[in-house]
């Protein structure tokens, strides 16, 4: 037990530790880029945190000495009803670059947007490009794909050759927490009889959002670090399909809940159908919103933490800051299990809601 | 200004969510104190009253960061 927990210490040190080193330089980087070569203009804390949890065309890792960026450029594709499908590197872009009429807006309200731009090199704001790039958070989003798929699709060969009788190397790992997912979240809230037909959803959510998280809590190499479910398109899409599967699995009951609530005299339907309906909007919307913000709201504090140190522009700051840090990063990796957890329990509780016998 | 007044909504938000999951922390632990036998159900109630809390708060400060 206790080499375990030491084990797991050493870890998330290590862990904390690749996250000081890789913001620490692009806070330098940023606080010379805004300084200008003049030091004494304020780091703005605000702008740095927000562009480490926004998406990004490019993957930076690194500003050098004499002020190269080391990036990874990301694939930009995008369709206008001019110019039609357009495939270029971001490379392209970088730095506030014009290519082929595209550019990345780095000010206002369309800051990271890609804009075609006018004769007057001004943004064209009527006629913005869909997007359909390689992001960060989509490249974080296949590789978290492709890690689930390595787990367990090596999971189920193992089954075939061993049997369940002796779990062994990953099962032993996975297969309390799927029994977990089944017995505490499915079984308890949806039923023994009808828990079945849940469970593939189930498990995937729970472990998309669990990879996504705790990849997220790592900042590097590139396929980590991404900010995946903090992006609200991301958990917005994870609502729809819990929105999605609870109304068609909605019985006689549920509809008759909504539309016609037993016990309420019929003068007050016109009142009862709009709250209802408001209701079951409201449950998958609080979902996204809370995975995104949880989320969010972790990394945005560990980015605060570190930046003390460039706010401060003292060495004497970092190990308070360090500290600070490894804590936040042990508390996020409970919040990155707690999170799965609650987006999968409140799914399975909205699903048992449409689907419960009357008694 | 909006943002100040923004920062002081977050911190009232987080104020309220704070009271109510502590009220619940307190009974669960009072409720496991008294039927140890029943902690897995106790914490599973817990669990999902906090969420729905927590979600309460999350939307005041979703509100205030985009007010800023």
């Known amino acids: 037990m206790k080499t375990k927990l030491s084990i797991l210490f050493l870890i998330v040190f290590f862990i904390s530790g690749i996250t000081i080193i890789s913001f620490g330089q692009e806070g330098h980087e940023t606080a010379t880029a805004t300084g200008h070569g003049e030091a004494d203009e304020p780091f703005d804390p ?19 000495k004499n002020g190269d960026h080391v990036a990874v450029y990301l694939p930009v594709i995008l369709y206008s009803r001019e110019k039609g499908l357009d495939v270029f590197s971001s490379r392209k872009l970088a730095h506030g670059d014009t290519y082929d009429g595209y550019r990345i807006e780095e000010e206002g309200d369309l800051k990271g947007i890609i804009v075609s731009v006018n004769e007057e090199g001004h943004a ?95 900042p590097f190499p590139p396929p980590f670090g991404a900010n995946v479910t903090g992006n609200i398109a991301v958990t917005f899409v994870l609502a729809c399909f819990t929105f999605v599967i609870t109304q068609f699995s909605g019985n006689k009951n549920y509809w008759r809940h909504t539309f016609a609530t037993p016990g309420v005299p019929f003068w007050l339907l016109p009142v009862m159908i709009p709250v209802e309906l408001i209701g079951i909007i409201s449950k998958p919307f ?64 909205f699903i048992s809601l449409a689907v419960q016998e009357h008694h | 200004m909006t943002g100040t007044v923004a920062a002081i909504g977050a911190g009232l938000a987080v104020i309220g969510a704070g009271i109510g999951i502590g009220r619940i922390g307190g009974s669960a632990m009072e409720a496991i104190a008294r039927q140890p036998e029943a902690t897995n159900k106790i914490q599973t109630a817990m669990i999902i009253a906090a969420a729905l809390i927590e979600g309460a708060a999350l939307f005041a400060i979703v509100v205030s960061l985009i007010a800023k």
């Open chain 1, 46 to 64: 605000s702008t740095f945190i927000m562009d480490h949890i926004a998406d990004s065309h490019e993957w930076h890792l690194w500003t050098k």
């Open chain 1, 124 to 218: 064209d704001e009527a006629n913005i490009p869909l997007d359909f790039s390689i992001t960060k958070a989509v490249i974080g989003l296949l590789f978290s794909c492709i890690i689930g798929l390595w787990l367990f699709l090596s999971l189920s060969r193992s089954y075939k050759k061993t049997g369940i009788s002796h779990p062994r190397g990953i099962q032993s790992f996975l297969e309390p927490i799927i029994l977990f997912v089944r017995d505490d979240i499915a079984i308890s809230n949806i039923g023994i009889h009808k828990y079945e037909k849940y469970m593939p959803y189930l498990l995937t959510v729970f472990f998309f959002i669990l990879i996504n998280n705790l990849m997220g809590l790592i």
């Open chain 1, 286 to 349: 609080a979902l996204m919103i809370r995975l995104f913000a949880n989320i969010t709201a972790g990394h945005i504090i560990v980015l605060s933490l570190i930046c003390l140190i460039f706010i401060f522009k003292s060495v004497a700051v970092a190990p308070v800051s360090i500290l600070f840090v490894i804590f936040m990063d042990c508390l996020e990796l409970l919040v990155a299990f707690l999170q799965a957890y609650v987006f999968t329990l409140l799914s399975a509780l």
